[in-house]
C-alpha cells in the first residue's frame, strides 16, 4: 500500500477527516475530533528504529496491546508507535512487505477503537447514520 492508498482508505470511513495539527508533514486522521491514524514520511532521524523508517510513508495506527504485540512479531514493518504510547499504538512503515488487506484491517481495527471510546451520544448518532459493519469492523 502506498501513500495515497492508505490516506483513501482512512478518509472512507464514515466522518473521518484530515487534520495538520503537528504541521503540513504530519497528516493526522480524526473522528469527532479523535484521532485513530497519521500519516507522515519517515526521515532516518528517528531514534530506535535501525533506519526502518527513512524513506518510506509511516503511519500511527491504534490498537490493543496484546494484539499490537502480535503484529509486530508478525511483520518486521509493524514497530511500536513511534512518538506515541508504545503500548496502544503501533507504526506501520509502508514499504509494500504487508499484504493491503492487512493493512486496511489495521485501519479499522483503530478507527473501531476509537468510535468505542467516543461518548455514547457521539456514539449513537453514527449508528443512526451508518451501518454498524462500517464503524465497527
Request: hydrophobic content about 40%; proline content about 5%; aromatic content about 8%.
Amino acid at each position: 500500500m502506498n501513500r495515497q492508498q492508505a490516506k483513501q482508505f482512512i478518509l472512507s470511513k464514515p466522518e473521518a477527516i484530515e487534520d495538520f495539527p503537528f504541521g503540513p508533514e504530519v497528516a493526522v486522521f480524526k473522528i469527532k475530533g479523535k484521532m485513530f491514524a497519521t500519516l507522515a514520511l519517515g526521515t532516518g532521524n528517528e531514534k530506535n528504529t535501525q533506519g526502518k523508517m527513512a524513506g518510506h510513508w509511516c503511519m500511527n495506527l491504534k490498537c490493543k496491546p496484546d494484539h499490537a504485540d502480535a503484529l509486530r512479531s508478525i511483520f518486521p514493518a509493524v514497530i511500536p508507535g513511534y512518538h506515541m504510547n508504545r503500548t496502544h499504538w503501533n507504526t506501520v512503515i509502508l514499504d509494500g512487505s504487508i499484504p493491503n488487506a492487512e493493512i486496511e484491517n489495521m485501519i479499522n481495527h483503530s478507527y473501531s477503537l476509537i468510535v468505542r471510546s467516543l461518548k455514547k451520544s457521539e456514539r449513537e448518532l453514527l449508528e443512526l447514520h451508518y451501518s454498524k459493519e462500517d464503524l465497527y469492523l
